[in-house]
């Protein structure tokens, strides 16, 4: 049969295209689906027990958060880490983190989590493999007094709810935002859920008045002068997550227990402990800082971080939403000098803040956490919001209760 052909193309060069766009795009599609499965990776949560000799007695480092403790346990993760840097799988480990270590017939347990993100195109069970064979044959301490028994560390797979648990357990772990550019309480920025899940929030009658520190799941810190009028225990409540309304979790106050020594107006020894009606269950959102030994020392100029819902300027209103600001460690001596507080910082206060202003916690803010890292990323209680002329002046940074000098008040009254 004849067809007019008009302007139209031949059909063969019309099968030819088509097919040619055909085969074009099963191409780009193929590829586009290799290399998303390629650069997709996976979790990989172990659960490792390393048996391990040392020049320390396993009495000198076995109190979690103290400075023995911090230095045996990043020996050990960095010894870890090495092992790996040479990974010969697609991928690598994002953590290794001990989180305890035990006692085991006459030697010493770390008991260590270890992440690693390993491309979807390996084999699971050769990914296993190649982890334990690592674990055995590649670790070595480059100070040489340590003495891992290689062949008898153990590995456990283990999924990421029992991996979420045993981190929510230690203290001072924190889900970090991925950028910390921040930042604006005054002069701060807004906080993510998990990202300082320590901070609690006081209401007296379901009013915001304070901010508290969560160091165990029974014991709150907070700031004395909070309860100088508000006595009552039971009219007040603590809350938990980054927002007031609607809280995370919420709980009673059963008991407070403040400083004998503080008397207002001073502002010395102006801390005071929380006992919780119920003990709290740790989540992700909701876990314990860790508390510094006594001489457990912030260098002056370390980063800091303070968070809370207090107010934003002198005349401002208080946030339902936590909020974070970036301070540095100011030293006493520079802090009494005559144009900053002319000596009225004493042994159990610190000034943290930036002597330029514009960057300080504010009224609402008190009782309210002061953080900073270690190496290994744990956070510690630096101090507890307190007092300030003003906030967030030049030359007038803000005042907290110094936690490393109260710190034997805090074993004394609730054994933590
Ligand atoms: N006393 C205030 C409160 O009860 C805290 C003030 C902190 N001031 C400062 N400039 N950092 O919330």
Request: hydrophobic share 35%; charged share 20%.
């Amino acid at each position: 049969m004849r067809i007019s052909k008009g302007r139209c193309l031949e059909p063969w060069v019309i099968g030819l295209i088509t097919c040619v766009s055909l085969i074009a795009m099963s191409v780009c599609i193929g590829l586009t689906v290799h290399y998303v499965r390629y650069n997709q990776r996976n979790t990989y949560n172990y659960y490792s027990t390393l048996p391990f000799t040392s020049d320390k007695l396993y009495a000198e480092f076995g109190r979690e958060a103290s400075k023995n403790f911090t230095e045996m346990s990043h020996r050990i993760e960095s010894m870890v880490k090495n092992a790996f840097s040479g990974f010969p799988l697609q991928g690598e480990l994002v953590k290794a983190h001990i989180i305890k270590f035990s006692e085991e017939n006459g030697g010493v347990l770390a008991h260590m989590l270890l992440i690693f993100r390993i491309r979807s195109t390996e084999d699971p069970g050769n990914v296993n493999k190649i982890i334990e064979y690592t674990l055995h044959e590649k670790l070595r301490d480059v100070s040489g007094s340590l003495q891992v028994e290689r062949d008898s560390v153990e590995i456990k797979k283990i999924n990421k709810t029992e991996t979420d648990k045993y981190f929510n357990d230690c203290c001072g772990t924190r889900r970090s935002k991925s950028s910390n550019e921040s930042l604006r309480i005054v002069g701060g920025t807004k906080v993510e859920e998990g990202e300082w899940p320590w901070q609690a929030s006081l209401q007296w009658d379901d009013a915001h008045r304070c901010g508290a520190v969560v160091i165990s799941n029974t014991w709150l810190l907070s700031a004395a002068h909070c309860f100088r009028i508000h006595k009552d225990a039971n009219r007040w409540t603590a809350s938990f997550g980054i927002t007031i309304y609607p809280p995370t979790m919420k709980t009673g106050i059963q008991r407070i227990i403040v400083h004998e020594k503080y008397h207002y107006p001073s502002h010395e020894y102006d801390i005071a402990l929380l006992e919780l009606a119920k003990p709290i269950v740790y989540t992700n959102e909701v876990h314990r800082v860790c508390l510094p030994d006594a001489n457990h020392e912030f260098q002056p100029g370390q980063e800091l971080f303070v968070t809370g819902f207090g107010v934003q300027h002198k005349h401002g209103y208080l946030q339902n939403r936590l909020w974070q600001v970036q301070v540095e460690l100011i030293d006493t001596k520079t802090c009494n000098q005559p144009e900053v507080y002319n000596g009225a910082i004493t042994p159990t206060m610190l000034c943290a803040g930036s002597l330029e202003g514009k960057r300080d916690s504010c009224q609402g803010d008190s009782g309210g956490p002061l953080v900073g890292s270690d190496a290994r990323d744990v956070w510690y209680l630096a101090g507890i919001v307190s007092w300030g002329d003003n906030c967030a002046l030049p030359n007038k940074p803000g005042v907290y209760a110094r936690v490393t000098a109260l710190r034997d008040w805090i074993t004394e009254h609730c054994g933590i």
